[in-house]
């Protein structure tokens, strides 16, 4: 029931959302089925400005999240650690 109940948080509002970026007009008084909307949104240049942000922000966290995590994994795969060191392993 949970379940169900989360799908219908998540569902409902993403069906009534993607139905609305077909209508021209308004949520209140739609105006019939068009693609306006994402011709208008896809030919601003501000929409590849934010795509390119995006995709830079991403890109550079997981780069960086790589070598923090090489950097802390490998001397544990070489058993290279402080323990390693105090008791010999």
Known sequence: MLVSFALWLVLIPLGQLLIASFQAGTLID???WTF?????????RITYEAI????AYAI????????????????????ISLG??????
């Open 30 to 32: 739609p105006a019939g």
């Open 36 to 44: 306006e909307n994402y011709r208008e949104a896809y030919s601003a």
């Open 52 to 55: 390119f942000n995006t995709l």
């Open 60 to 79: 550079t966290a997981t780069l960086l999240s790589l070598v923090i995590a090489v950097f802390f994994a490998w001397p544990q795969n070489e058993r």
């Open 84 to 89: 390693a060191m105090l008791y010999g392993y």
